[in-house]
């Protein structure tokens, strides 16, 4: 699975006249926000190479719960169903497909009903079984063709997990591919007869089949992405976003080309999409196939309505799509983490995984672990793991006021118990008053360390993003003299002193400031090597 882009997915497969059809009641004719709200202001934050590169760490259920779900995917059931139903041995053709007197009664045994369609049903559900290897071809000494149940059956329908999410996970593999070959260029059948052997249309075949591969793994990355992020319970995306996420670049507003390219890839990615949802990778809510009926458009005089807007299409990745792209991420190479593997020690172990490692969602990690602990033990043990003057530390501090905010009220006691620490008193202070206590003023000395400390744990968070630091210099508490004011600060004993003067020197926009702070930062770093 490639890393994604926010390069232009070509789309040689969008059918031309499709395009047309839907080209006045698609997002081509619409403003983005009016049709999708909040999430078209959902934009790729990250840098391209970051990108590709860093994967949300995520949560998945327990192993028991994804392979229950892969085992109630009726796909899934059927194959299995089929399988025992071959016990002990049933007559396929030469190339193990059900012979046709078999496939009305494989229909009414996965209750699919009669006819046609039923028998085509049962067909893909035992090729699936065959695909498998939840059934074994094999001769006869009288040169019969026969399937017998194969040994991934039994712990399969008992419900153990690893051979339940190693099928599902098969089974996924295959629907995934299947489904970018199905968007391939197909030719019309005149062109296709008389291009039989050209190896151009061969070739034109194929460089579409990897281009809709590589479009529908950049989708399910995005889809990943975003459910990493989402609220519970907010992880369905409308299709045109997903299309506009994958299409428009960076910092751009999509203009008319754009929303058109949009339209063109939501109907490219529909039917895939559709594919995809019968193995339980997504839930999909198709496009409306009576919005091309339509003369006027759903949009009205004002703002789409939620069941409007659905019309164009959702999609969200379910737990066991979340399950299958990771494990494919992790094939390519990719590290994609899971909630919850950095929770797992004591609390100095997991604010110092935390603080040292750029992909992890601190806060999901730090539920983790308050979860089943007592809270005012655990607000305890961070407060402490949180001392020290490493490089670390000042993420470290930061990290327990934030776990502090989550235990609440119950943190108190432990608060209280280290108002005088020189480190953490003028943080705990401030949360204390937040949480309506009353507290005396820490000392002129504290205030500085602690306003640096802070400071410095943004410098080292943020990244360096520039609106962040540009916030907290505003709020900097600089009088009418900043001589005076840098001149107490660059003599606080912090290891980041001097970093963090100089950032208030480069980005403060008063130039009196700046210089001050510049000048301080010398003196800080001079302090620091003398």
């Known amino acids: 699975m490639s890393g ?34 909040a999430f078209a202001a959902h934009g790729q934050d990250e840098d391209e190479d970051d990108a590709a590169v860093l994967v949300p760490p995520i949560q998945l259920p327990s192993d028991r719960e994804l392979a229950e779900a892969a085992l109630a995917v009726p796909l899934i059931a059927h194959a299995l169903k089929l399988a025992r139903w071959a016990a002990p041995h049933r007559p396929v053709d030469e190339f ?15 209750g699919l009903g009669e006819g046609e369609e039923a028998e085509v049903e049962a067909v893909r559900a035992w090729s699936l079984a065959c695909d498998l290897d939840l059934v074994e071809i094999g001769t006869t000494e009288a040169g ?71 479009l529908l793994d950049e989708a399910l990355q995005v889809l990943y992405e975003t459910t990493a992020f989402a609220e519970p319970g907010e992880e369905t995306v409308p299709l045109g976003v997903l299309a506009a996420l994958l299409v428009v670049p960076e910092g751009e507003e999509p203009d008319e080309e754009l929303l058109g390219d949009i339209t063109d890839l939501m109907i490219t990615l529909d039917p895939m999409l559709a594919d995809l949802a019968e193995l339980g990778l997504v839930e999909h809510q198709p496009i409306d196939p009576e919005l091309f009926e339509e003369e006027d458009s759903p949009v009205g005089e004002g703002e789409l309505s939620d069941e409007e807007s659905a019309r164009f299409g959702l999609v969200r990745l379910t737990p066991l799509g979340q399950f299958a792209v990771r494990q494919w991420l992790l094939e390519e190479g990719y590290d994609a983490p899971l909630v919850g593997e950095l929770a797992q020690g004591d609390a100095e172990s997991l604010l110092r995984a935390i603080s040292e490692t750029a992909n992890v969602l601190p806060e999901r990690e730090v539920l983790v672990w308050l979860a089943g602990r007592d809270p005012e033990t655990a607000a305890r043990e961070l407060l402490e793991a949180s001392r020290g003057t490493d490089p670390y530390s ?58 640096v400390d802070g400071f410095a744990a943004q410098l080292l968070t943020s990244e360096g993003e520039a609106e962040v630091l540009h916030r907290l210099i505003a709020e900097l508490p600089v009088t009418d003299n900043p001589a005076s004011y840098f001149g107490e600060l660059w003599r606080v004993r912090h290891p980041y002193t001097a970093d963090v003067l ?29």
Not at 9 to 14: C, F, L, M, V
Not at 97 to 109: C, I, N
Not at 419 to 428: I, R, T
Not at 511 to 528: C, G, H
Request: glycine share 6%; aromatic share 2%.
């Open 96 to 110: 193990g497909d059900l012979v046709g007197d078999d496939r009305a009664p494989a229909a009414e045994l996965l």
């Open 394 to 451: 000042p993420v470290r501090r930061l990290l327990s006021l934030q776990a502090l905010e989550v235990i609440g009220e119950a943190a108190r006691p432990a608060a209280v118990e280290v108002l005088d620490d020189p480190e953490l008193g003028g943080a705990v202070r401030a949360w204390l008053h937040g949480q309506g206590q009353q507290v005396a003023a820490p000392e002129r000395g504290v205030v500085l360390w602690t306003l």
């Open 144 to 214: 019969e063709h026969v399937a017998i149940p194969g040994p991934d059956l039994e712990p399969a329908e008992a419900g153990d997990e690893d051979t339940v999410l190693e099928l599902w996970l098969t089974a996924a593999g295959i629907v995934r591919e299947l489904a970018a070959e199905a968007d391939s260029l197909d030719l019309d059948d005149e062109e296709a007869e008389a291009e039989e052997d050209d190896e151009e249309r061969l070739a034109a075949v194929e460089e579409s089949r990897k281009a809709a591969a590589e």
């Open 502 to 530: 100089e950032a208030i020197g480069e980005l403060h926009l008063n130039r009196t400031v700046a210089k001050e702070a510049r000048k301080a930062a010398f003196k800080a770093r001079s302090q620091q090597s003398g």
């Open 4 to 37: 994604r882009s926010s390069s232009t997915p070509d789309n040689p497969s969008a059918d031309p006249a499709d395009s047309a059809a839907a080209e006045r009641l698609l997002p081509a004719d619409y403003d983005l926000a009016d049709l999708y709200g």
